[in-house]
């Protein structure tokens, strides 16, 4: 399958509620809306779902076929029939927030929002600099082959584009190897209206021939205050 990574121009919620998504990933129309929680007019309790980060994988014909989770988990996806997207490509997987509820052989998807996942850059791939729109930082875990974020970036409706510098890769005097990659953040000139939440993914897996257990990741991010700095352990 072919991974789609490289979407990173991202348009944040609006007020009404939706989300666009610009670049290689697209919008994703579902048909199936997210629904969990119970109604005391009728009774009926609906099912807990899972949210989660993960791989969603298309088949030859465009259909939504498995989710793999990054706990390693490859899910069938039983209501295939019922999920409708628009610009989406065959034998392709793409990473998402996918809201699901597991059943028996598999998994029911309820909702999923692409996130944009491009691979980290080389600093000669930014001729015209690096540009640091300042955000905050909700959430950061790695999980499975991504470092995931949760970030809160001050926008109205404009395109916002992220990208991931790779900075360089150090060994420390005891053999313990760092990846030093910080974010990219083009707000584009969009109004610092209110708080947004961005999801994003850095795919781990072109650094599984160079990082080992014990070997770490330190990922910064341009804020209000300057650059700070998260570490986590590869």
């Not at 990208?163 to 150090?170: A, G, I, K, M, Q």
């Not at 953040?185 to 961005?198: F, R, S, V």
């Not at 804020?223 to 998260?230: I, K, M, N």
Request: a negative charge; aromatic letters at 12%; proline letters at 4%.
């Amino acid at each position: 399958c072919e991974k789609l990574f490289e979407s990173n121009e991202y348009r944040l919620m609006n007020k009404a509620g939706r989300y666009i998504f610009k670049g290689i990933i697209g919008l994703l129309t579902l048909s199936a809306g997210f629904i969990s929680c119970s109604d005391d007019e009728d009774g009926y309790v609906y099912p807990p779902l899972l949210s989660e980060f993960a791989d969603v994988v298309t088949d030859a014909s465009g259909a939504f076929t498995h989710i793999h989770t990054d706990k390693g988990e490859n899910l069938a996806i039983v209501n295939t029939s019922e999920l409708i997207a628009e610009g989406v490509k065959s034998d392709t997987i793409y990473r998402t927030l996918s809201r699901y509820e597991l059943v028996d052989g598999g998994g029911k998807i309820y909702s999923l929002q692409a996130i944009p996942a491009p691979y980290a850059e080389p600093l000669n791939a930014f001729p015209d600099g690096i540009k640091a729109d300042a955000v905050e930082m909700q959430s950061i875990w790695r999980g499975g082959d991504y470092l995931n974020m949760v970030l809160l970036v001050k926008a109205q409706n404009g395109r916002h584009i992220f990208r991931f510098v790779e900075d360089s890769l150090t060994t420390s005097s005891t053999g313990v190897h760092t990846l030093h990659v910080r974010l990219y953040h083009d707000a584009d000139g969009d109004l610092p209206a209110y708080t947004q939440k961005a999801y994003l993914s850095l795919p781990l897996s072109p650094y599984a021939s160079r990082l080992a257990s014990g070997d770490s990741i330190l990922f910064s991010i341009p804020t209000s205050a300057g650059w700070q700095q998260w570490a986590r352990e590869y």
